[in-house]
């Protein structure tokens, strides 16, 4: 008798075949869906329930494989983790990965379905489950604020409001118990941020705090820009929350209409999503996460404690994905959508691994950070004023150890809107790292730097083809890319470390071993530099960048070459050069002068560059340099456009400059192109036209020359010297000040202002500061104004 099975019956025999002998199948897909369960054989239509299981199954799966995790969101208790046993072989790659065209979500938070009661107006309150950790809160996919003072202004400079008055005597004593409070400030400086959790009340009134370690440079925090969260009392808009954790109650300001019986409430309860756990010596190997939405991390800012090398950053080894000690893993086509601290953080030991294709938006810390062990850094200081006497220094070259990440990649991410929380962070960040790759970034809307390196340990970067723009916003003295190289041979006096430099000068590139290039990117930084080379950033070659507003500035260092770029609108920034740089400046188009400092030593070589105009050129030869430089319009392609290229008769061409693309800039893949935004093109001004009388956009505030008797008469001023305020729209950033439409503007940082060019020259001077003071003439009387460039 011959016996007949259904085709599907052959179908289901096969697959369980191809799952139990893998060996035998060549790639293989499992499955996890909402509708799982953990003893299914992972199917398709029979799949698991956890991402944890997913893990533990391919463990026995000796050839690639997909995790493919179906739609819907997953909320996890703990992260999931790939440690030593879950390391793979080349060949045998694991990615877990959204099913194609559906949405994943990994969520880190717990969904609460609290029962609301009417308690004053607006105000409703909840009881809720004791021991959950209420650090964020989101209704409906927005996170909501804790209640603060000020209230959040998304037009205000920092942190969406603040106010000088937050430790007043009078605020404090309006505050019944503010235990539990968080105070947000500035550094003194605006070198980054400082943070506290309120621990009482002391007996004369003032508050009790933790805290203050998130930077490395204490100065204590800015007078003005802070603000305070979690206070019941300032529980006074729509939107904001508050938790009073003895009464296990939450308040909430509910919006007019806002029904919140319906609403989604989830609370973030963990730091990580996903972490990758090998050493040095047993990585975890070839595994990565690609197409998920990551979100409802825990804010990370009170654990952001360790000082990074001789700077003023410190810094939380965390992120939303923790790659630490691992070989060829990745995170792909992923989005981080408003998580609480870092994106993606590498920890010491990581090889060819690889952050792509994602978007970060909106996030509370750094985008991708890379940070090696301070173990493996020879004779290494941690304050910006330690250093080592020179016959006790460790004097072989390169690190200690491989403990280090290294030949990784950051290529084609969207990144904006980050540091949302915490204020000393960057879109990418390196530290004690070594053969980074950047690569066609979008980095915008920052607080502080697209770009940081830190330290020249040990160098080997190469950063290209990125957009970085928007940048500073709430920080000061800083760029769009930034570095400092405050490496072993660093000393706090400058005079003793020109000195030692220049009697062993093998000790310069100890640390800086490898050249970081950086190369065909456009920066623009409307609060600094474009390109900032700070403290001793060494072994640097710069070229083909397009620089679209701060210009370029090298700060001491050395063998750096800058070569074949261009700055709009303003231009080369040399401070405080060492004897014997070995810094080469050469065939850039320039369309300001120079901007010294204290230089001397004006380096290797400072020629063929081509100036806006004769007077910048003379004014450069004055020191020995630009002898063989030349002077004239550059003939861009294009300018309005933001082409840069030059044209057939340009004279750039004769000294040397050779066009480059200006098409390649940013995202590559289409659809981050479609959401990325571009950096904005700027109008030039100024080029060869020291006196021109026509209107200028100035801090959002249009502004002309003071024009004759005429002007003079009207404004009652004694000379026909000065820049009037022409239109000062509301909500531009000079209209924050006292200074009104009408007024006329004679100095800036305590320098004479003759015409809007010389105002544009030395705001581009000092708006690193990000304020300056200012005097104006009204009512034929002078005032003075200390106004802030953000």
């Known amino acids: 008798m011959r016996c007949t099975y259904p085709a599907e019956s052959f179908k289901s025999i096969f697959k369980l075949l191809l799952f139990l002998l893998p060996g035998m199948a060549g790639a293989m897909d499992i499955y996890v869906a909402k509708n799982g369960n953990d003893r299914n054989p992972a199917t398709k239509e029979k799949p698991l329930a956890t991402l944890e299981a997913a893990r533990n199954k391919i463990r026995n799966i000796h050839d690639p494989v997909t995790v493919f995790v179906r739609e819907g969101t997953y909320y996890l208790a703990r992260p999931v983790v790939f440690a030593a046993q879950d390391s793979r072989k080349d060949g045998e790659e694991a990615v877990f990965k959204a099913f194609p065209g559906e949405k994943v979500v990994v969520s880190g938070a717990v969904e609460i379905k609290p029962k609301w009661q009417n308690y004053q107006g607006n105000i409703k309150r909840a009881a809720v489950t004791p021991n959950l950790l209420m650090d964020q809160l989101f209704v409906n996919g927005e996170k909501l604020r804790m209640a603060r003072y000020p209230n959040f202004d998304p037009a205000a400079s920092h942190f969406g409001g603040y106010a000088a008055d937050v430790l007043s005597p009078e605020k404090i004593g309006s505050w019944k118990s503010p235990k539990g409070a968080f105070i947000h400030a500035m550094h003194k400086h605006e070198w980054g941020d400082y943070h506290y959790l309120v621990t009482g009340k002391n007996t004369d009134g003032t508050l009790q705090w933790v805290g203050g370690y998130q930077n490395n440079r204490q100065m204590g925090m800015h007078d003005k820009y802070r603000f305070i969260e979690n206070v019941f009392e300032e529980l006074d808009a729509p939107g904001e929350w508050f938790y009073n954790k003895t009464e296990?109650?939450?308040?909430?300001?509910?919006?007019?209409?806002?029904?919140?019986?319906?609403?989604?409430?989830?609370?973030?309860?963990?730091?990580?999503?996903?972490?990758?756990?090998?050493?040095?010596?047993?990585?975890?190997?070839?595994?990565?996460?690609?197409?998920?939405?990551?979100?409802?991390?825990?804010?990370?800012?009170?654990?952001?404690?360790?000082?990074?090398?001789?700077?003023?950053?410190a810094i939380y080894r965390g992120g939303t994905v923790v790659f630490d000690g691992t070989e060829n893993c990745f995170v792909r086509k992923c989005y981080f959508n408003t998580v609480g601290g870092n994106g993606v953080f590498f920890n010491n030991y990581n090889r060819k691994s690889e952050v792509s294709g994602c978007e970060m938006e909106n996030i509370g810390a750094s985008g991708v950070c890379f940070v090696g062990d301070p173990s493996a850094v020879r004779s290494p200081s941690f304050e910006y004023h330690e250093s080592v006497p020179y016959d006790q220094l460790d004097k072989n070259p390169g690190p200690k150890s491989k403990n280090y990440p290294a030949e990784c990649k950051v290529y084609d991410n969207l990144m904006h809107g980050l540091g949302q929380v915490e204020k000393q962070i960057a879109g990418v960040q390196i530290s004690m790292s070594m053969d980074i790759t950047v690569s066609h970034n979008s980095i915008y809307n920052m607080p502080r730097s697209g770009i940081n390196i830190s330290e020249g340990t040990w160098g080997g970067h190469i950063i290209e083809f990125n957009d970085v723009f928007n940048t500073v916003l709430e920080t000061g003295d800083h760029g769009s890319f930034n570095s400092w190289g405050r490496d072993r041979y660093w000393h706090p006096e400058r005079e003793v470390m020109n000195q030692l430099a220049a009697a062993h000068p093998e000790i310069i590139l100890l640390d800086a071993q490898k050249q970081v290039i950086i190369r065909n990117n456009r920066f623009r930084c409307d609060h600094g530099w474009d390109i900032d080379l700070d403290d001793g950033s060494s072994n640097y070659h710069i070229y083909n960048n397009v620089c679209l507003n701060g210009g370029l500035k090298l700060r001491e260092g050395f063998?750096?070459?800058?070569?074949?770029?261009?700055?709009?609108?303003?231009?080369?920034?040399?401070?405080?050069?060492?004897?014997?740089?070995?810094?080469?400046?050469?065939?850039?188009?320039?369309?300001?002068?120079?901007?010294?400092?204290?230089?001397?030593?004006?380096?290797?070589?400072?020629?063929?560059?081509?100036?806006?105009?004769?007077?910048?050129?003379k004014k450069a030869q004055e020191n020995n340099t630009d002898l063989n430089s030349a002077a004239g319009d550059p003939m861009f392609v294009d300018p309005g456009r933001g082409n840069y290229q030059v044209k057939p008769e340009s004279p750039a061409l004769k000294i040397?400059?050779?066009?480059?693309?200006?098409?390649?800039?940013g995202v590559v893949s289409p659809d981050l192109k479609t959401k990325a935004e571009?950096?904005?093109?700027?109008?030039?001004?100024?080029?060869?036209?020291?006196?021109?009388?026509?209107?200028?956009?100035?801090?959002?505030?249009?502004?002309?020359?003071?024009?004759?008797?005429?002007?003079?008469?009207?404004y009652g001023l004694p000379d026909e010297?000065?820049?009037?305020?022409?239109?000062?729209?509301?909500?531009?950033v000079l209209a924050k000040s006292r200074i009104r439409k009408g007024d006329v503007i004679r100095s800036l940082s305590h320098r004479e202002i003759d015409n809007v060019t010389e105002l544009i020259n030395v705001f581009q001077e000092v708006n690193w500061m990000g304020n300056s003071e200012v005097t104006y003439f009204r009512n034929q009387q002078i005032e003075k104004e200390t106004v802030s460039f953000k």
Not at 249 to 271: H, N
Not at 298 to 306: G, I, V, W
Not at 569 to 595: C, E, M, Q
Request: charged share 20%; net charge negative; proline share 5%.
């Open 559 to 617: 063998q750096r070459t800058v070569e074949n770029n261009i700055m709009i609108n303003n231009s080369f920034h040399p401070h405080v050069w060492f004897a014997n740089s070995g810094d080469i400046f050469r065939k850039n188009i320039l369309t300001k002068g120079y901007f010294p400092i204290q230089v001397k030593d004006w380096g290797k070589e400072v020629d063929h560059n081509l100036f806006p105009d004769e007077a910048a050129l």
């Open 721 to 732: 010297k000065g820049v009037i305020v022409e239109d000062l729209p509301e909500g531009s």
């Open 656 to 665: 040397g400059f050779v066009n480059f693309p200006m098409d390649q800039f």
């Open 248 to 313: 296990k109650m939450l308040y909430l300001y509910a919006s007019d209409g806002q029904d919140l019986s319906a609403a989604k409430i989830v609370l973030p309860q963990i730091r990580h999503l996903f972490e990758f756990r090998g050493t040095m010596n047993g990585p975890v190997r070839n595994i990565g996460l690609e197409g998920f939405e990551f979100a409802h991390t825990l804010r990370t800012f009170m654990e952001t404690k360790e000082p990074l090398l001789r700077s003023d950053w």
């Open 678 to 714: 571009t950096a904005p093109v700027p109008v030039i001004t100024g080029m060869g036209d020291s006196n021109s009388a026509h209107e200028r956009i100035w801090l959002g505030a249009k502004v002309r020359n003071v024009s004759g008797l005429g002007d003079r008469s009207a």
